[in-house]
């Protein structure tokens, strides 16, 4: 394995959480550590004729109070989402946006979808009412730069901006991307994450067209059940995760509490299929130990892996395998999807923070509603189950897979 | 409702503008409708009073007055 120059450690100083599990850090963390049980899952009626008519839905989020209504007119749900979370994620890194310089912080937000809700709406209003009633917002409302911008210009962060889409490996891509570009000395202070909700009728009945959400409609809330035998296929969900990322001298120069280090990236594609992954697993492999390179981290080192584990047979037992032939078996691997739901481009940012969260607390969070291991998983796997597990580590890792073969891992270190 | 009633409630509504900011004199731009959201006041309009406003044109440095007596002419027309 060829080793890159000194790893380049960005400090985490700052977390915001909106997710079905809670609004909120403190929320979604105590839901995600403390009940096993799943986030909110809502039926939409809108969804009723179709076999999966169910989501995680974020609840006790009132938009309204917290947004002005230029916010509120320009902006669909998944966008909102971004601007409450990066609020939270800034305030807990001590940030003033008042005073700080602007130019020197960059935004960089993951998003597959866009606004997807307002699109169908929009389309609809079309078909029945005429070209003439399409709203002139189509574009700046659902294109999914829009969480960045939306970030940007409510927080006054002037520097580089972008939206990262790599399908289901987006935040996770935006949050290695902003640990470059902190590297690369483009900014002092990154603000990184995903957003993601696709309340659409038109999203949702091509996912079930592709056999690829759970249709199990007489129980919702356990119808997400990563590496379980009885797995039936991922459940959406809305969400959205931000991290505060410094340059470790900006961090230390205002005496800034540091939660975790991003410490290595990497990221790959099958270069196999529209959405599938490849069965030998070798791209998510590659990404893994790309990131474990460029930190300088051995295999043996990582005690946790917050996992992709959507709760689809092919995407849980290639990234098992993959886990288990780069790290072994000593890391405690979970996955939160099951109190999330999969929220796409938002998943990997989400669950960074979660990985973030666990190595501060060294505490791994159970994987909801595994009841029953697919027995083809690697059988030295260590999946935690029930319960979290309080665990000594000093490392860990965040794996995420996508559509279109798209992979990304992060390394992080305690703090 | 009075052609300038609908105005006024929309533009309270749906972009935030309270009726004591609505002076004749005001530039739109003061109230922060820029380009964007005066196209998205037309549509809205065009919905609710029916009519065609296509050939109105307003920049966000013409006035209140300005939109006000464009919109009841082409409204009554």
């Not at chain 1, 356990?222 to 470790?248: K, N």
């Not at chain 1, 991003?262 to 490849?278: I, L, Q």
């Not at chain 2, 503008?17 to 002076?23: D, I, K, Q």
């Amino acid at each position: 394995m060829t080793r890159g120059p000194r790893p380049f450690e960005a400090a985490v100083t700052g977390l915001g959480l909106v997710t079905a599990a809670g609004v909120g850090v403190k929320a979604t963390w105590h839901a995600v550590t403390g009940t096993a049980r799943p986030g909110r899952v809502d039926r939409h009626p809108e969804l009723a004729d179709l076999p999966c008519d169910f989501m995680y839905t974020v609840k006790g989020l009132d938009a309204e109070a917290v947004l002005n209504a230029t916010q509120l007119r320009l902006t669909d749900r998944f966008a909102r989402l971004a601007v409450v979370a990066a609020r939270e994620a800034v305030a807990d890194a001590g940030l003033d946006p008042a005073v700080w310089d602007g130019s020197r912080v960059a935004v960089v937000i993951g998003c597959v979808h866009g606004g997807l809700p307002f699109y169908d709406e929009q389309h609809t209003t079309m078909l029945t009412r005429g070209a003439r009633r399409v709203s002139p917002k189509l574009a700046p409302v659902t294109m999914v730069s829009a969480p960045a911008g939306s970030v940007c210009a409510d927080l006054g962060a002037r520097g580089p901006s972008l939206a990262v889409s790599t399908a289901c490996a987006s935040g996770t891509v935006a949050v290695g991307t902003a640990h470059q570009m902190l590297r690369a000395n483009a900014c002092d202070i990154a603000i990184a994450g995903g957003a993601e909700s696709v309340l659409s009728r038109l999203m949702i009945a091509s996912a079930c067209r592709l056999k690829a959400v759970s249709t199990r409609r007489d129980d919702p809330l356990t119808a997400c059940r990563p590496f379980d035998a009885g797995r039936d296929g991922f459940v959406v969900g809305e969400g959205a995760g931000v991290l505060v990322l410094e340059r470790p001298e900006h961090a230390r120069g205002r005496g800034a509490a540091v939660r975790a280090l991003v410490r290595g990236y990497g990221a790959s594609n099958d270069a196999y299929a529209a959405v599938a992954p490849h069965p030998d697993g070798a791209g998510v492999e590659q990404a893994l130990r790309t990131a474990l390179a460029d930190a300088d981290v051995a295999p043996d080192e990582v005690g946790h892996v917050n996992a992709h584990g959507t709760g689809t047979e092919l995407n849980d037992l290639v990234e098992a395998g993959a886990l288990n032939r780069t790290l072994g078996d000593r890391p405690a691997v979970t996955s939160t999807k099951a109190m999330t739901g999969h929220t796409l481009g938002a998943a990997g940012a989400i669950e960074t923070a979660f990985t973030v969260l666990a190595l501060e607390q060294q505490l791994v969070p159970p994987t909801a509603n595994l009841t029953l291991p697919d027995p083809r998983l690697p059988p030295g796997l260590d999946i935690v189950r029930d319960a979290a597990r309080p665990t000594a580590m000093t490392c860990a890792v965040k794996t995420s897979m996508g559509f279109g073969g798209h992979n990304a891992a992060l390394v992080l270190t305690r703090a | 409702m009075s052609t300038a009633e609908v105005v006024s409630s929309l533009l309270a509504q749906r972009f935030g503008v309270a009726a004591s900011e609505l002076a004749d004199e005001t530039p739109l731009y003061r109230l922060r409708l820029d380009s964007l959201a005066l196209e998205e006041l037309r549509v809205m309009l065009e919905d609710t009073l029916d009519v065609d406003l296509d050939d109105i044109v307003l920049t966000s440095r013409d006035t209140v007055g300005r939109l006000m007596a464009a919109v009841e002419h082409e409204a009554a027309a």
